[in-house]
């Protein structure tokens, strides 16, 4: 079974830490997204990856970074953290377009920010 | 821009019961199909993935039917179970694998 593991399952932040969330796939996917997920808005994608070192911005990119340096490990970092950044994060995984493959999802992390 | 709805927002039903959750999207030219599972505060689980050539998929009590042309696809859950009840997505998936979600439907399975 595919398993994407985010580092916390809680976290509480103070307004302006810098804060990096982490997220890890043991499958070999080439493709890695990070959404958020917010009541009445749904999933808002933020930042995929295609592969090592490379990134696209998705929906709602401002206010956040990304870093994928091992095609297993995906980071996304919120450079000061703000109170509109309290939400669920949501990473996930799958294998590159043009090859049928699910999204796998990893358990998320509810960030607080203070 | 793709636009994906789930109405209604939440559903009670009696155990039993087979029930059919809709989704429809604005954009035709889709990649395929997606429903997923969440469980509350958990991450999603994939349920059915239908590709764009294909009008349904099945897994045990769940069928996926897909309509490209009329943009709609349901969900069918044949004889209802309390464990059925959880948040229930769609999502639709363009170029380069980035998929559209709508807000899902909310479940909840009455023993």
């Known amino acids: 079974d595919v398993k994407v593991t985010q580092s916390s399952r809680y976290l509480v932040k103070r307004t302006g830490e810098k804060v990096f969330l982490e997220c890890v796939q043991d499958?070999?996917?080439?493709?890695m997204f990070w959404y958020r997920q917010d009541p009445g808005l749904g999933l808002r994608l933020i930042y995929f990856s295609y592969d090592v070192k490379m990134k696209e911005k998705g929906d709602i990119p401002e206010g956040y970074s990304v870093s994928r340096e091992k095609k297993e490990r995906f980071s996304l970092i919120l450079e000061s953290a703000s109170t509109n950044q309290t939400s669920m994060y949501l990473c996930?995984?799958?294998?590159?377009?043009?090859?049928?493959?699910?999204?796998?999802f990893g358990n998320g992390t509810r960030l607080t920010v203070t | 821009k793709q636009e994906v709805t789930q109405i209604p927002a939440a559903l009670s039903v009696p155990e039993g019961e087979n029930l059919v959750l809709n989704c429809s999207f604005t954009?035709?030219?889709?990649?395929?199909l997606q429903w997923f599972r969440q469980d509350p505060g958990k991450g999603l689980t994939s349920l059915l993935l239908?590709?764009?050539?294909?009008r349904e998929q099945t897994s045990g009590r769940l069928n996926a039917s897909l309509d490209k042309s009329s943009g709609r696809s349901t969900l069918y859950i044949a004889a209802s179970q309390p464990g059925d009840s959880a948040t229930y997505l769609c999502?639709?998936?363009?170029?380069?694998?980035?998929?559209?979600f709508g807000k899902g439907i909310t479940l909840s399975v009455r023993p």
């Open positions: 954009d035709s030219a889709i990649y395929n």
């Open positions: 499958m070999d996917h080439e493709n």
């Open positions: 999502a639709v998936a363009g170029a380069n694998s980035k998929l559209t």
């Open positions: 239908i590709q764009s050539s294909q």
């Open positions: 996930a995984s799958s294998f590159p377009f043009g090859v049928v493959s699910p999204l796998h």
